[in-house]
């Protein structure tokens, strides 16, 4: 749908020419032109799709996307052969439907490094992973140099081999900015170095060494390893919160310490591993339109977050006497009234049962104490009178106001 939007509006893109200049409209219908090109996947109008042939059999085969208009036109030559009747052709047409893996493991990877990709790059786990990764990948960068120094210094007798030499250069400097177009082609090479990497490891000889690949290997993910703990790539900062003593221990507890800001390496390894996982969520269907689609959902699920934050806690909003009855101010004081003796009833019955806790308070309120140990009032004369004066002096303001 996407795709005939575009390119209906690139051909309804001449009817502007009333309202804006010719440059802008032709500016704008080669951008609409582009854009279908694009998102049609660079069949705009039908193009030519290539039939696998099928070993054994007089039979191709067609790879189909489920998200495209399944229409198929079958084509002869514009004119019939010699034969004055056109020929005719039996075609027999069976479906099937299948998963690609490639897809399945390009969603679930995209998802995982999307989605933890700041707790991915604060793991000083990963961080180790990764040290040892880019140690194995320099281990197999080295030997392709040294394998491509010996092979250059065995091919300069062969005629032509200063051009395949430049083309070699050439496609080692364009494949990694041209790496996001191309990737869906890399998978045959990269999984052929895959394996090689792997026959390299599996070999029990090499060059007349007992598991030479195994060491070779092993020694430069150590190395990749040590590397990281030495330089403290990607370790977090270290907190200004001084530690607890053990009277807030028992007191309140381990309170959990929040985590400090990002590095700026925390920083770059965590956006690189979302825009790793939003070029895999790009490959993971195929369809432009549904992987767009795709990431645009993925992108905005903070978003939706929130919105279902406000409406949980908006659903769930207890109004005034939906599920507790309320009361009123004298009411309100009364009770408070009422609970105030009984708290000091029951501290005076504690009092007179502990005598010694008397003995723990300051020199100032233990004359008082014991005083309402003993059943008299917990407040002194002075503070009393002042309790007493403040509240007459507020009934007195109160009943000096008259409503005019």
Known sequence: MLCRGVLKAAQATPALQQWASPSVVH??????????KLVCENCVGGCQLECTPLEGEAACMLELSP???????????????????????????????????TYAQNFFLG????????WLSRSRTFHYVLGAAIGVCFSALLALYL??????????????????????????????????????????????AVSYLAYLWNREVLFGIPHLGKIYFACFAILGCVLVWWYQWGA???????????????????????????????????????????????????????????ILLVSLTRVFEIIATIA???????????????????????QALTETEKALA??????????????????????RLRRFAKGRNHLDVATRDSALNARQRKRSFWSSCAIQ
Request: negative net charge.
């Open 27 to 36: 500016g704008l219908q080669a951008a609409l032109q582009v854009l279908s």
């Open 67 to 101: 998200y495209h208009a399944p229409c198929i036109a079958v084509t002869g030559p514009a004119q019939p052969f010699i034969a004055t009747t056109s020929p005719a052709f039996d075609f027999d047409f069976t479906f099937y439907t299948y998963l690609s893996w």
């Open 111 to 118: 998802l995982f490094f999307f989605y933890l990709s700041e």
């Open 147 to 192: 394998f491509q120094r010996q092979a250059r210094n065995t091919t300069k007798m062969l005629p032509g081999a200063q051009l395949v030499s430049s083309l070699a250069s050439v496609a080692t400097v364009v494949v990694p900015v041209t790496g996001f177009v191309i990737m869906p082609n890399m998978y045959r090479l990269m999984a052929w």
């Open 236 to 294: 977090s900062a270290k907190s200004d919160t001084p530690p607890q003593d053990e009277e807030e221990l028992e007191e309140l507890g381990e309170l959990d310490d929040e985590l400090p800001p990002p590095t700026n390496l925390q920083l770059i390894l965590s956006r690189s591993l979302k825009a790793l996982g939003v070029t895999l969520l790009f490959y993971s269907t195929s369809s432009t339109e549904a992987s767009l689609l795709l």
């Open 312 to 334: 949980y806690f908006w659903y769930h909003f207890e109004r005034p006497g939906q599920h507790s009855v309320l009361i009123s101010k004298k009411e309100f004081e009364q």
């Open 346 to 367: 029951q501290l005076q019955e504690f009092l007179k049962q502990n005598p010694d806790e008397l003995d723990k308070v300051r020199e100032d309120n233990e004359i």
